[in-house]
């Protein structure tokens, strides 16, 4: 069973960059059968899908944040992370997930316990 | 970009059957999954495929999916079903993974 686990700092300054990695236990990150993804949750709000990395590098973004979203993955550690740059309105716990990959209909297979991210000077 | 529509509340009594509604245009032509949300808890699916569930999930729960709304059916309804629901489609003109506003159930 995959488990996965964020990590990064909770506390970002506004016009700062946000970073997380997550941690990829139980299964290798270079499987046929997963993407991985990142996806945020505001404070008493719903669930914002952010993006989602192949290991083979293919990488769809959120179009909303695009412009300030870069994922990567780390095959050699079995992490991906997430870097969101220029950050204001973007506190929320964040989730990263394994995407079950089905002939175009993927759906998000498994969690990370989420970690809060807090935007404050 | 693809809209999906759900009402933000549902409630329903203990045993009985609550349905909870998933709009889109002709969101019957896709494949819908749905989360079910705890509080303070990660989301967890309980349906995929629109009518797929893992083998986790109590046979209680059941999704249906035709024209312009998918539909997830919980019956039996227990207290502990009590939680927020989302659906998520991948639209595949845009490569967007799309979700819905989220319902709250409230088991009376």
């Known amino acids: 069973q995959l488990q996965l686990q964020e990590s990064g700092p909770g506390l970002v300054k506004p016009s700062e960059t946000l970073s997380l990695t997550c941690t990829v236990s139980g299964g290798s990150i270079s499987s046929s059968s997963y993407y991985w993804g990142w996806i945020r949750q505001p404070p008493g709000k719903g669930l914002e899908w952010i993006g989602t990395i192949s290991s083979r590098g293919s990488i769809y973004y959120n179009s909303l944040l695009r412009s300030r979203v870069t994922m990567s993955v780390h095959a050699s550690t079995n992490q991906f992370s997430l870097n969101l740059k220029s950050v204001a309105s973007d506190t929320a716990v964040y989730y990263c997930?394994?995407?079950?990959?089905?002939?175009?209909?993927?759906?998000?297979?498994?969690w990370g316990q989420g970690t809060l991210v807090t935007v404050s000077s | 970009s693809y809209v999906l529509t759900q009402p933000p509340s549902a409630s329903v009594a203990p045993g009985k059957t609550a349905r909870i509604t998933c709009g889109g245009h002709?969101?019957?032509?896709?494949?819908v999954h749905w989360y079910q949300q705890k509080p303070g808890q990660a989301p967890v699916v309980v349906i995929y495929?629109?009518?797929d569930r893992p083998s986790e999930i109590p046979a209680r729960f059941s999704g249906s999916n035709s024209g312009n709304t998918a539909t997830l059916t919980i019956s039996r309804v227990e207290a502990g079903d009590e939680a927020d629901y989302y659906c998520q489609v991948w639209d595949s003109t845009s490569d967007q993974r799309v979700f819905g506003g989220g319902t709250k159930l409230t088991v009376l």
């Open positions: 997930v394994a995407e079950a990959i089905f002939q175009g209909s993927n759906w998000f297979d498994q």
């Open positions: 495929h629109s009518d």
């Open positions: 002709n969101i019957g032509s896709q494949s």
